[in-house]
């Protein structure tokens, strides 16, 4: 914990659908269908706001 920001490194965890879809993509061949990159358009947004939401969190406490 104390070898870097836990926030940053728990929004990797939302990344994997992300890394799934691609991988699949290009290993076995599978079709990136449009609600597939909707899904992840989602998932990039609720990092991003979540991201914005904590280091406007970290300004206001200074």
């Known amino acids: 914990?104390?070898?870097g920001n836990t926030a940053v490194i728990a929004?990797?965890?939302y990344l994997t659908p992300f890394?799934?879809?691609i991988l699949t993509?290009?290993?076995l061949g599978e079709k990136i269908t449009v609600f597939s990159?909707?899904?992840l358009l989602l998932i990039v947004t609720?990092?991003?706001i979540q991201m914005v939401v904590n280091k406007?969190?970290?300004?206001?406490e200074i």
């Open 1 to 3: 914990m104390n070898l």
């Open 11 to 13: 929004n990797l965890a």
């Open 19 to 21: 890394v799934s879809l």
């Open 25 to 27: 993509h290009f290993v």
């Open 37 to 39: 990159v909707l899904g």
């Open 46 to 48: 609720g990092i991003i």
């Open 56 to 60: 406007k969190m970290e300004v206001s």
